[in-house]
Each structure stands twice: as structure tokens, then as C-alpha cells.
């Protein structure tokens, strides 16, 4: 149990264009969502942390009208990169934490997005 | 606040050598740890974590971790290395368990040489 799916697991897009990222709990409900960047050889930097019904919570330096995040259910979160440029391209990784489940992250595979 | 550091960004291991990959916290509270292990392209996977209910914690694929509070470490192991072991290996720390913020080091590259 515990899965987490993001879909797409790869996107390319044009300089200027939006992408949505979906992230999924597949078979438990997930209060709390979590979204990671990645750049290449680094570690993850948390951007956002989104607990359902409510907004997200963006770490600093995050611009959240450029990244935005969604969490309308229990299953579903959703990271939008409006206006995406170049500097966008990252690996973008989500995870959630089951309720009530002891405090571990359960992560998706990533997205891979790449801005030309 | 919490951190962790990860000594050394690259460790090569031959093909049935100890593993050891090293992992110093900070933390303001008592920490929950964890090890992840990131393949190619793909999400992370956990290894093993702590929670303070024991200080050797086993977790899976053969790995353990020791939790020193004098040493503030917790350095993973694996006595034999194998092949499909080669990955980026993450720390991390939590305050909460990971309910909320996880705060992960910049990762080490484990190479196996065959």
C-alpha cells in the first residue's frame, strides 16, 4: 500500500506555456501533500506544502503565483507552472504522508519537465 | 530548525565490500531520520527510519543505520554491496516524524565497481 503516481512522468513545453502536474494517492487518503524540486545533482528543495481544502504553504523564496498548487481532495494535488521558462526545467517530485500513518512521506516517481 | 550533512558526495564500493554512507544531524528536538534511495530518474524510496524506538534500525535491501545521539550521526551500513545497490543514497531529518517539513542532505552517489 501506499502508492503515489504523478502524471506526466515527462512533459516538454514551449518558453511561455503552462503545465499541470498531477499527484496522486492512489490507495490512501493524503491530508498532506508535498511538492520537491530537483536540479541535477542536487537534493530536493521543498517549494510547497498543501494540506486539502486549504492554500498552500510556500517555502520562501517560492513564487507562488509562478508555481501553483492545488489540492482539491484527499487524492489529489495538482502543481501548475505558469508561464514556464528554461530556468523551470527541473524534476519535479510530490509526496504525501497517510493519515494518521507514522509520519512517513511516501513519494511519487517524479516529472521530468523540460522548457524549450 | 533542523540539517543534515552528508560526508562525501561520491563513495565507490567494490562488489561485495561494506557500505558506508555517512550522515551527521542537527536538530532542536529529537529527530526522526530517515535514509532514501533515489534511482535513476525515479522518485525516492525509503530505506529505513528512525523514530526513536530503537537505535539500530534495519531497513530494507540489507541496509541498517545506527542512531548515535553523542555522535549526532546516523551512518548507513550494508555488510555485502551489490550491484543493483548503485544509486543515490538521501539523509533526512524531520522534527515531526515528517508530517511536515523534511529537511534531506545533498545526497551521495554509491558506484559499485564489480
Known amino acids: 500500500g501506499a502508492v503515489v503516481s504523478q502524471h506526466p512522468s515527462w512533459v516538454i513545453c514551449k518558453s511561455g506555456t503552462s503545465v499541470k502536474i498531477e499527484c496522486r494517492s492512489l490507495d490512501f487518503q493524503a491530508t498532506t501533500m508535498f511538492w520537491y524540486r530537483q536540479f541535477p545533482k542536487q537534493s530536493l528543495m521543498l517549494m510547497a506544502t498543501s494540506n486539502e481544502g486549504s492554500k498552500a504553504t510556500y517555502e520562501q523564496g517560492v513564487e507562488k503565483d509562478k508555481f501553483l498548487i492545488n489540492h482539491a481532495s484527499l487524492t489529489l494535488s495538482t502543481l501548475t507552472v505558469t508561464s514556464a521558462h528554461p530556468e523551470d526545467s527541473s524534476f519535479y517530485i510530490c509526496?504525501?504522508?497517510?493519515?494518521?500513518?507514522?509520519?512517513?512521506?511516501?513519494f511519487g516517481p517524479g516529472t521530468r519537465l523540460t522548457v524549450t | 530548525a533542523q540539517s543534515v550533512t552528508q560526508l562525501g558526495s561520491h563513495v565507490s564500493v567494490s562488489e561485495g565490500a561494506l557500505v558506508l554512507l555517512r550522515c551527521n544531524y542537527s536538530?532542536?528536538?529529537?529527530?526522526?531520520l530517515f535514509w532514501y534511495v533515489q534511482y535513476p530518474n525515479q522518485g525516492l524510496q525509503l530505506l529505513l527510519k528512525?523514530?526513536?524506538?530503537?537505535?539500530l534500525v534495519k531497513g530494507i535491501n540489507g541496509f541498517e543505520a545506527e542512531f548515535k545521539k553523542s555522535e549526532t550521526s546516523f551512518h548507513l551500513t550494508k555488510p555485502s554491496a551489490h550491484m543493483s545497490d548503485a544509486a543515490e543514497y538521501f539523509c533526512a531529518v524531520s522534527a515531526d516524524g515528517g508530517y511536515q517539513k523534511v529537511t534531506f542532505g545533498i545526497g551521495t552517489k554509491l558506484q559499485v565497481i564489480p
Open positions: 536538530s532542536s528536538v529529537p529527530p526522526y
Open positions: 509526496s504525501a504522508t497517510r493519515d494518521r500513518g507514522g509520519g512517513e512521506q511516501y
Open positions: 528512525y523514530t526513536s524506538a530503537a537505535t
